[in-house]
């Protein structure tokens, strides 16, 4: 059982780095939100697309929303990670303009050929399954 924040920290920052790194493998990934309540926001990625067929290659699950900042579908580049949590004087500048609690990751997914734009998830939890 995770005991203090830094031990959760640290494990979601893992969490982050396995996606990350399974990303690596391929040039392009299409993302889409797949599920979105109060609580939980479930994306899904694909190395394809094709309209209509929805075999996830990878699922990301993010718990305890606190803010949703993106689009219902993007492309992502593989250049670049594809995922970071948000630490530093970003993350207390975003915090800060929205109010967040202290006790919530910044989950930023960069914006495909806009280098200064982001996509941000603030969530408690993050969670990923890999098709396979």
Known sequence: ???NK???SKQQKGIVDK?????????WYFFEIINYNSSTLTIGAVVEFYPGIRDYD???TFSDIFLVSLLDN???EASRSWIKILKGDEAIKIKRKYNVDREVDIFEFP???DENN???VIAKK???YVRG
């Open 1 to 3: 059982m995770l005991k």
């Open 6 to 8: 830094k031990d959760i």
């Open 19 to 27: 996606i990350n790194q399974y990303f690596k493998g391929s040039e």
């Open 58 to 60: 990878i699922t990301i």
């Open 74 to 76: 993007w492309k992502g």
């Open 111 to 113: 914006v495909e050929d």
């Open 118 to 120: 982001s996509y941000y």
């Open 126 to 128: 993050i969670q990923f």
